[in-house]
T-cell receptor, first 111, second 115 residues
Framework: RKEVEQDPGPFNVPEGATVAFNCTYSNSASQSFFWYRQDCRKEPKLLMSVYSSGNEDGRFTAQLNRASQYISLLIRDSKLSDSATYLCVGVLSNSGYALNFGKGTSLLVTP | NAGVTQTPKFQVLKTGQSMTLQCAQDMNHEYMSWYRQDPGMGLRLIHYSVGAGITDQGEVPNGYNVSRSTTEDFPLRLLSAAPSQTSVYFC??????????????FGSGTRLTVV
């Protein structure tokens, strides 16, 4: 069982919609979390870090709830270019701070 | 800066052959790691390193060796290739581990097919 669980989707939304992705983690020792974006046949790229206080970057908002072991990503005013797979990622403090990936959530934004 | 450079980008091996996937970074990062990505499985950690001379196993280390003789380089060796090692391999590096707000930077990947 993966320690980081995500709904695989796919999420199909129209341009301009607001979409939310959720992620849960089971390792309470995980201290840091990120959202990565991966385009088809490309490497993962860091989208944003996730903090308990929330983190907003333009149309993107990420939130961490440590009590519920729950992480979210909200995308407002979706663009066609937002179509990608979004990876919820925890840092493995017991493995040299390497990354522990969820399987990803696929998003397709349509015209 | 080139970031994280992986070579080769594509490779086809026969079962039983060995090869080395190269990974180099020019950002003076201490933390480096290797992942494989398979359909339906997501990215899984193979080996990682927290600095030159220090390596350890991740989730799926069997069939792979690593070494870290310099800060810049972190090669991944396949000892005797098997069809189950057909995958996309990513190398990544990070500057400050747990306290990094910048996460890891990834190389562009090596697509390996074992026949």
């Amino acid at each position: 069982r993966k320690e980081v669980e995500q709904d695989p989707g796919p999420f199909n939304v129209p341009e301009g919609a607001t979409v939310a992705f959720n992620c849960t983690y089971s390792n309470s020792a995980s201290q840091s979390f990120f959202w990565y974006r991966q385009d088809c046949r490309k490497e993962p790229k860091l989208l944003m870090s996730v903090y308990s206080s929330g983190n907003e970057d333009g149309r993107f908002t990420a939130q961490l709830n440590r009590a519920s072991q729950y992480i979210s990503l909200l995308i407002r005013d979706s663009k066609l270019s937002d179509s990608a797979t979004y990876l919820c990622v925890g840092v493995l403090s017991n493995s040299g701070y390497a990354l522990n990936f969820g399987k990803g959530t696929s998003l397709l934004v349509t015209p | 800066n080139a970031g994280v450079t992986q070579t080769p980008k594509f490779q086809v091996l026969k079962t039983g052959q060995s090869m080395t996937l190269q990974c180099a970074q020019d950002m003076n990062h201490e933390y480096m790691s290797w992942y494989r990505q398979d359909p339906g499985m997501g990215l899984r950690l193979i080996h990682y390193s927290v600095g030159a001379g220090i390596t350890d196993q991740g989730e799926v280390p069997n069939g792979y060796n690593v070494s870290r003789s310099t800060t810049e380089d972190f090669p991944l060796r396949l000892l005797s290739a098997a069809p189950s090692q057909t995958s996309v391999y990513f190398c990544a590096s990070s500057g400050s581990g747990q306290y990094s707000n910048y996460g890891y930077t990834f190389g562009s990947g090596t697509r390996l097919t074992v026949v």
